[in-house]
């Protein structure tokens, strides 16, 4: 969550600014943690994952499963953190879906690579710390 969290900040504030100034990173990536926080406590979607990853026939512990759960996954985690942000920052206004809808498919690909690329790290790490 929290490496989720500090990517959707870069690259949100890279796609608004341009720039990376260290206090709205800070803010964005609070922001993008509690949004992926609160949600994941609501919302089961590595259970979804898993189940649509099954449901397509991957086996489990296989790239294919990791990649079709993931895919679900970064794309409840990624919808919901890039809407709450988008809406933190724009508000309700009518520029709300044109600014989350010109984020999204870019914040959407780049938090999938990054969840596939560090997912078997946390994995890892969760299970030694889970095993002590």
């Known amino acids: ?10 690259v949100v504030l890279l796609l608004n ?11 964005s990536t609070l922001e993008a ?5 609160i949600s994941g406590l609501i919302i089961p979607a590595n259970k979804f ?14 790239f ?3 990649a079709l759960s993931n895919l679900i996954v970064t794309g409840i985690y ?7 942000m988008t809406l933190i920052n724009v508000g309700f206004t009518p520029v709300l879906i044109p600014a989350w809808f010109s984020i999204y498919p870019i914040v959407f690909v780049i938090g999938y690579i990054i969840v596939l690329a ?3 790290l946390a994995f890892k790490l969760t299970t ?5």
């Open 1 to 10: 969550m929290a490496v989720l969290a500090i990517i959707m900040s870069v």
């Open 17 to 27: 600014t341009g720039t990376l100034p260290m206090i709205p990173f800070i803010i």
């Open 33 to 37: 943690f509690s949004i992926n926080f």
């Open 49 to 62: 994952g898993e189940i649509f990853a099954q449901k397509c026939g991957a086996k489990e512990n296989s």
């Open 64 to 66: 294919i499963f990791a």
């Open 78 to 84: 990624v919808t919901i953190v890039s809407f709450g």
């Open 118 to 120: 560090v997912g078997p």
């Open 128 to 132: 030694q710390i889970v095993e002590q």
